[in-house]
């Protein structure tokens, strides 16, 4: 059973669109949550990531918005460009530093 | 730069094989972890280790079994493969600050 669920499977957006990915899970003791990029090929990247103790966090076109009460987070890509067309992942930590992954992102952005 | 290397990027072995996975991270991180990644179901933690010589089981550690016998050096041994273990395998490595760094993959096929 998935701690962490994510949706869409899959979208795809025109270039300079926004891609919203959202995330749920259950464990009130996750204490961190992080996104991470995987283009085809590699291993997944830390694009950004965020703590309960603040309800959005951005670095330049990515904004992590955060609901604490909802149990709920979720990744903004803001003027999507060809080169974000990668498959994203949310996760979550408690304080053992095991992260629990979502199912994943695919995003496609045509030019 | 931060590197962990995975020391097979492709792998084809028979069903009934006993097959050794290597990951060697040059950070000194106290942490270490192998994944696999299927479609539609995200990471999946098999294993971790948070010291030489200790280990502990994740999600689905049944038919898998590690070591650690060097702090840089973590490796995944399937003890005898089946083809429900065609997947990619991703290790990754942590230091004490929850922000994992993956390997690029293991492509391993049972046939």
């Known amino acids: 059973q998935q701690q962490v669920k994510q949706s869409p499977q899959s979208l795809i957006v025109q270039k300079g669109g926004i891609s919203i990915i959202n995330c749920a899970y259950e464990n009130t003791a996750f204490d961190y949550f992080p996104w991470y990029q995987q283009f085809p090929g590699k291993g997944p990247a830390l694009l950004i990531a965020i703590r309960p103790d603040v309800s959005e966090k951005k670095e330049g076109r990515f904004t992590i918005s955060f609901n604490k009460s909802a149990k709920q987070f979720s990744l903004h890509i803001m003027d999507s460009q060809p080169g974000d067309s990668a498959t994203y992942f949310c996760?979550?930590?408690?304080?053992?530093?095991?992260?629990?992954f979502g199912a994943g992102t695919t995003v496609t952005v045509r030019a | 730069d931060v590197k962990v290397t995975q020391s097979s990027r492709y792998l084809v072995k028979r069903t009934g094989e006993k097959v050794f996975l290597e990951c060697v991270q040059d950070?000194?991180?106290?942490?270490m972890f192998w994944y696999r990644q299927d479609p539609g179901l995200g990471l999946r933690l098999i294993y971790f280790?948070?010291?030489?010589?200790?280990?502990e089981k994740g999600d689905i550690p049944e038919g898998y079994s590690v070591s650690r016998e060097k702090k840089e050096r973590f490796s995944l041994i399937l003890e005898s493969a089946s083809t429900n273990q065609t997947s990619m395998y991703l290790c990754?490595?942590?230091?004490?600050?929850?922000?994992?760094?993956f390997g690029q993959g293991t492509r391993l096929t049972v046939v």
């Open positions: 996760a979550a930590s408690r304080n053992d530093y095991k992260l629990s």
């Open positions: 950070m000194d991180h106290e942490n």
């Open positions: 990754a490595s942590r230091p004490s600050l929850p922000r994992a760094f």
């Open positions: 280790s948070y010291d030489v010589k200790m280990k």
